[in-house]
Antibody, heavy 120, light 110 residues
Framework: QVQLVESGGGLVKPGGSLRLSCAAS????????MTWIRQAPGKGLQWVSV????????NYADSVKGRFSISRDNAKHSLYLHMNSLRAEDTAVYYC?????????????WGQGTMVTVSS | QSALTQPASVSGSPGQSITISCTGT?????????VSWYQQHPGKAPKLMIS???DRPSGVSDRFSGSKSGNTASLTISGLQAEDEADYYC??????????FGTGTKVTVL
C-alpha cells in the first residue's frame, strides 16, 4: 500500500524539542525528494523544509531556519523533522509529502498529518 | 517569504465554471513554470490537482485546468459539482527547493 504515516506529534512547552517521523511504504523512497509542510489551526499551508532524495541537499523556511533540522534514512524508508526551541507559532498539523515525479516543486502524496501543540 | 495572494472565497452554482486566481511576483510565479494547485476537504490532507501550471496528475478530473500569465496563475473548475466544495491552495517555486503557498480559497457550491 502506497502511503506516508507521520508520528511524534504532541504537546510540548515553549522552548522544548520534538522529533517527527514519517514512515513511507509502497514506493521507492530513495527516488523522491521529501518535504514537511505545516498548517496552523484554521490557517493555510506553509512549506517548512525539504530534503533531496539522497539526503545531501536540504532547505528551510526562514521561520524555522536554525531551529529545525530535516533528515532521512533511506534504508528505513523514513523521514524526520527535528524541532528545537519550539514557539507557540509552531503549533500546527505537520504533513510529510512526497515530491511529484521525484522532484521538489509539487507534492503528490501526503500523510494524514501529526499535530504539534506548543503551549505552557 | 510572504504567501501568494488568493481570493478568500469563490462560489458558483452546479454546472457553472469558476476561476481562482493566485497572484505572486516576478520572483516566484513570474520566474518559474512550477505552479501547483491543491484541493483540501475539511479534516483531510491536501490533494494535488495541477502541477507545472497546467498538468493534471493521473486520476484528476479534466474539469480542472490551470494557466498562468505573468505573475498570476489561475485554476478553473468547469461543470462545478457538489464534491468540488473545498479549500484550494496554489503554490509556486520561489527559489531552489523553496515553495510558497497561496493564502487559500474556499469554494462554495451554491
Amino acid at each position: 500500500q502506497v502511503q506516508l504515516v507521520e508520528s511524534g506529534g504532541g504537546l510540548v512547552k515553549p522552548g522544548g524539542s520534538l522529533r517527527l517521523s514519517c514512515a513511507a511504504s509502497g514506493f521507492i523512497f530513495s527516488d523522491y525528494y521529501m518535504t514537511w509542510i505545516r498548517q496552523a489551526p484554521g490557517k493555510g499551508l506553509q512549506w517548512v523544509s525539504v530534503v533531496s532524495s539522497s539526503g545531501t541537499h536540504t532547505n528551510y523556511a526562514d521561520s524555522v531556519k536554525g531551529r529545525f533540522s530535516i533528515s532521512r534514512d533511506n534504508a528505513k524508508h523514513s523521514l524526520y523533522l527535528h524541532m528545537n526551541s519550539l514557539r507557540a507559532e509552531d503549533t500546527a498539523v505537520y504533513y510529510c509529502a512526497r515530491g511529484y515525479s521525484g522532484y521538489d516543486r509539487a507534492f503528490d502524496m501526503w500523510g494524514q498529518g501529526t499535530m504539534v501543540t506548543v503551549s505552557s | 517569504q510572504s504567501a501568494l495572494t488568493q481570493p478568500a472565497s469563490v462560489s458558483g452554482s452546479p454546472g457553472q465554471s469558476i476561476t481562482i486566481s493566485c497572484t505572486g511576483t516576478s520572483s516566484d510565479i513570474g520566474a518559474y513554470d512550477y505552479v501547483s494547485w491543491y484541493q483540501q476537504h475539511p479534516g483531510k490532507a491536501p490533494k494535488l490537482m495541477i502541477s507545472d501550471v497546467s498538468d493534471r496528475p493521473s486520476g484528476v478530473s479534466d474539469r480542472f485546468s490551470g494557466s498562468k500569465s505573468g505573475n498570476t496563475a489561475s485554476l478553473t473548475i468547469s461543470g462545478l459539482q457538489a464534491e468540488d466544495e473545498a479549500d484550494y491552495y496554489c503554490s509556486s517555486y520561489r527559489s531552489v527547493s523553496i515553495i510558497l503557498f497561496g493564502t487559500g480559497t474556499k469554494v462554495t457550491v451554491l
